[in-house]
């Protein structure tokens, strides 16, 4: 589901900070109406509840996205998808470092994999972009791999709450440097589908996962995102990958397939 959000935004042709101010938008509202029916607590509840972790959370997830929104604008989706692939390494080291998760060698061989065919992958499609876009990709990588990490450490902050309230967070950010009124109505529908059909389920399941999983398992994922993200730019946007996208990809899904393996 995530995988789709770099094709809605390209779709939508909308600025990058109209994009993350009407997805911000849609997401908060979805969450704010589906959370009674799940918790039977309204996200003001949830917020007085968790307080200060579920507060830093939606503060993450707000960077994470928005800054993922602003490098696709900015750069190729096979580079932005390339560089969040980058996403279980971070995630392992940084939970190493704060909560002390030891991840397992077979976790770590299966990042190794996802490493090896990102680097195929950069090899084919780094420098067809800006700089700019690449660091701020950087920037949602890291942003995610400390919010996987304080998942890990309160299981029990509402998943739905952290995504409602970044999306929030997220329209608040983007209200000033964005003119949503000139948003046309097909790219306001498109935007739509992402910020209420495929954003909230999909960040809410993968928030969700780190309940059951280590957070290097959870990130050991994420590149599952990087190859899915450039078919459908390849199929729907012609962006056609080289062919050392092609071969790296099926090389982080043969990684992520033995990683998850028992």
């Given at each position: ?193 992402m910020g209420i059909a495929t ?64």
């Open positions: 589901l995530i995988s789709l959000d770099s094709l809605w935004i390209r779709l939508s042709g909308a600025s990058s900070w109209d994009v993350a101010f009407w997805v911000g938008s849609f997401t908060f509202i979805t969450i704010a109406a589906v959370l009674p029916m799940f918790t039977g607590r309204s996200i003001a509840r949830a917020v007085r509840r968790d307080r200060a972790p579920l507060l830093v959370s939606s503060l993450l997830n707000t960077c994470s996205v928005t800054m993922f929104i602003l490098a696709v604008g900015l750069t190729t989706v096979s580079n932005v998808v390339a560089i969040v692939a980058a996403a279980p390494v971070a995630a392992a080291v940084v939970a190493r470092v704060l909560i002390g998760e030891h991840p397992s060698r077979r976790t770590w061989l299966a990042i190794t994999g996802s490493v090896v065919g990102i680097l195929i992958i950069v090899g084919g499609s780094i420098g067809s972009g800006t700089v700019g876009g690449d660091l701020i990709a950087i920037i949602a990588v890291l942003a995610f791999a400390g919010n996987v990490t304080l998942w890990r450490r309160y299981p029990d902050i509402s998943r739905l709450a952290v995504i409602g309230l970044g999306g929030l967070f997220t329209a608040l950010v983007s209200v000033i440097p964005a003119d949503p009124m000139s948003v046309g109505g097909e790219s306001l529908a498109i935007l739509a589908v954003g909230p389920p999909g960040r809410v399941s993968l928030a969700s996962s780190t309940r059951y999983l280590p957070a290097a398992r959870v990130g050991l994922f994420t590149p599952v995102e990087t190859v899915a993200a450039t078919v459908w730019a390849w199929v729907f946007l012609a962006e056609a990958p080289p062919v050392t996208t092609m071969f790296g990809g099926l090389v982080v899904i043969a990684a992520v397939a033995y990683g998850t393996r028992r």
